[in-house]
């Protein structure tokens, strides 16, 4: 499944959410030169997350390959900035735009519960909440783990607790068959969560790089549980008072 829109009015333009994807841009273009090698590799191992070296699992001088004739040395000088910047990293073009596509269709109305600033709070917390989730899961692991996924997860959790009968438009692969159907919120969001479940599970037992399910998984269950102390109701009474029809209902 692979949302496309929702049928969710909003009150306030989403300007946190917009920030915060300008961000991710920013960072691809400038910082990982829009996915070429070397540049990549510099900041996957500059900035990315790397928990064996963050809390000296790894031995010094380790060198994690990352691609033809590219790889990490660790050092065990990594920052503990790098809990936030991985979350403004990506590893290819599929990765970035998949992620901002998710947290545009589903972060303008969770901003919009909140107000921009308590949403980038809400954001980052929800971020590292996943990066802590995924280190409990492999606290040695020597691949950078970067991505916003798990700050979108949190955004994806709020989304199915405030809006679970918002109709999304989504994208339906069965084969060589595709096509769109309007599903509830709680319905599309549900089946995502049990996809991170099944992925995860089976991650537990394997070494090396890959997904990070766990981030995915407590990102998620944060936005669920940090929405309900960090909404404003004020931001939803006005929502219930713009919406047209019962899908624009939570």
Same mark, same amino acid.
């Given at each position: ?135 409990? %899961?492999? /606290? &040695?692991? =020597? ?8 700050? @979108?997860? $949190?955004?994806?959790? +709020? ?22 159907? %309007?599903? /509830? &919120?709680? =319905? ?8 991170? @479940?099944? $992925?995860?599970?089976? +991650? ?24 309900? /102390? ?21």
């Amino acid at each position: 499944m692979f949302p496309l829109r929702d049928e969710n009015p909003i009150v306030r333009r989403p300007v946190a959410t917009m920030v915060i994807i300008g961000l991710n841009i920013a960072s691809w273009v400038f910082v990982q030169g829009l996915g070429n090698g070397e540049p990549l590799a510099w900041s996957l191992c500059n900035y990315g997350l790397i928990p064996g070296e963050l809390f000296d699992l790894v031995p010094t001088g380790t060198v994690i390959p990352l691609g033809e004739n590219l790889g990490c040395e660790l050092t065990g000088k990594t920052s503990i900035l790098t809990l936030v910047t991985h979350m403004f990293l990506h590893g290819g073009w599929f990765h970035i735009v998949g992620n901002l596509w998710f947290l545009w269709v589903f972060g303008d109305n969770v901003e919009d519960a909140m107000g921009p600033v308590r949403f980038l709070i809400f954001y980052l917390a929800c971020g590292l909440v996943a990066a802590f989730a995924q280190i409990f %899961s492999d /606290p &040695a692991a =020597a691949i950078p783990m970067v991505g916003a996924s798990g700050a @979108i997860g $949190g955004v994806m959790g +709020a989304y199915a607790r405030l809006y679970p009968h918002a109709r999304i438009v989504t994208l339906i692969f069965l084969g060589f068959y595709v096509t769109t159907v %309007s599903l /509830p &919120a709680i =319905a599309m969001l549900g089946y995502w969560f049990f996809i991170q @479940i099944a $992925g995860g599970l089976p +991650a537990l037992q394997e070494a090396g790089g890959g997904v990070a399910f766990w981030a995915h998984i407590g990102g998620f269950l944060a936005g669920l549980l940090l929405i309900g /102390p960090m909404h404003r109701p004020d931001y939803l009474a006005q929502h219930l008072r713009h919406a047209s029809g019962p899908y624009g209902r939570y």
